[in-house]
Nanobody
Framework: QVQLVESGGGLVQAGGSLTLSCSYSGRTGGHMAWFRQAPGKEREYVGAISGSGMSTYYADSVKGRFTLFRDNAKNTISLQMNSLKPEDTAVYYC????????????WGRGTQVTVSS
């Protein structure tokens, strides 16, 4: 089992930045990712980072604006989000698993990100 806890969500103006964190415990070492879901929309894949932290993968919608980091010593991954847009508004979920690049065996409860125009 893997436990995931997201933090760092909040309200930010368009063009601003925000960093989300996900702390993990349990059977760690697998790949990790972020998904998001806006009200009334389907869940959307954001990006993933490998177990070693050496590889990353991003959805086209966030490529060049979002960056993933991993600190296995602190059991944490971070999603740095720059140049935020109102369409980035969503609940962001941290996930973990073995499938690359969309690990999704385990899910956190999510953290809300709201980008105002």
């Amino acid at each position: 089992q893997v436990q995931l806890v997201e933090s760092g969500g909040g309200l930010v103006q368009a063009g601003g930045s925000l960093t989300l964190s996900c702390s993990y415990s349990g059977r760690t070492g697998g790949h990790m990712a972020w998904f998001r879901q806006a009200p009334g929309k389907e869940r959307e894949y954001v990006g993933a980072i490998s177990g070693s932290g050496m590889s990353t993968y991003y959805a086209d919608s966030v490529k060049g604006r979002f960056t993933l980091f991993r600190d296995n010593a602190k059991n944490t991954i971070s999603l740095q989000m720059n140049s935020l847009k109102p369409e980035d508004t969503a609940v962001y979920y941290c996930t973990a698993g073995q499938k690359w690049p969309q690990p999704s065996d385990y899910w956190g409860r999510g953290t809300q990100v709201t980008v105002s125009s």
